[in-house]
């Protein structure tokens, strides 16, 4: 099954900490791509991280790391010094193969509120 | 270089009625997705265009098509339109490292 799986439908932090959300999924494949996009009120999609699975070596983007854990098909996103521009919709995504190209599944999404 | 554009931003139609919904991927991209977000939800997949061939086509009713023109624009056709169609269409394109930028998207509401 295609599935992704964010178990956190809100969280809330306090405008400096540091927030974690969790991400699991489920694939065959042992190739592929892990993403976090973030969707402000705007409804942009907007990459925030990306992971390729081959790598051991987690991805970090400024503020923004993963902890990838693939045995445990585990993909979760902290964000360090949250500001209150990183309030939004987070959505966990991963890349599953088509003919030649790929398309991404999404899980339900984790909505982020920075308490100033 | 202009991002992933769309149109129109904001779309309303009654049921039964025909959309075309338009999207232009990055300059010098031959990819572009077309993915449905319903409120609260996240983004399904609808097709993926590559060179003007589709590649993949996810679980949507025949009402949904769509085509990639020469100049790698697509355009997003839905027939006989209902209530539950109404959703933000979000159009994307694919770059290095397997990644795909999104455009706005545009909202469509079925009354």
């Known amino acids: 099954a295609q599935t992704v799986t964010q178990s956190q439908p809100e969280m809330s932090v306090q405008e400096a900490e540091t927030v974690t959300l969790s991400c699991t999924y489920d694939?065959?494949?042992?190739?592929?791509?892990l993403f976090w996009y973030k969707q402000p009120p705007s409804r942009q999609m907007i990459l925030v991280i990306r992971q390729e699975a081959y790598k051991q070596q987690n991805a970090t983007e400024n503020r923004f790391s993963v902890n990838f854990q693939k045995a445990a098909k585990s993909f979760s996103l902290k964000i360090s010094d949250s500001q209150l521009g990183d309030a939004a919709m987070y959505f966990c995504?991963?890349?599953?193969?088509?003919?030649?190209?790929?398309?991404?599944?999404f899980g339900q999404g984790t909505r982020l509120t920075i308490n100033p | 270089d202009a991002g992933v554009t769309q149109s129109p931003t904001h779309l309303i139609k009654t049921r039964g009625q025909h959309v075309t919904l338009r999207c232009s991927p990055i300059s010098g991209h031959k990819s572009v997705s077309w993915y449905q977000q319903v409120l609260g939800q996240g983004p399904q997949f609808i097709f993926q265009y590559y060179e003007k061939e589709e590649r993949g086509r996810g679980n949507f009713p025949d009402r949904f098509s769509a085509r990639q023109f020469p100049n790698y624009s697509s355009e997003l056709n839905v027939n006989a339109l209902l209530l539950g169609d109404s959703a933000l269409y979000l159009c994307a394109t694919w770059t290095v490292k397997e990644t795909q930028y999104f455009g706005p998207g545009t909202r469509l509401l079925v009354l």
């Open positions: 694939t065959s494949e042992s190739d592929y791509y």
């Open positions: 995504a991963y890349t599953v193969p088509l003919q030649g190209a790929q398309k991404l599944v």
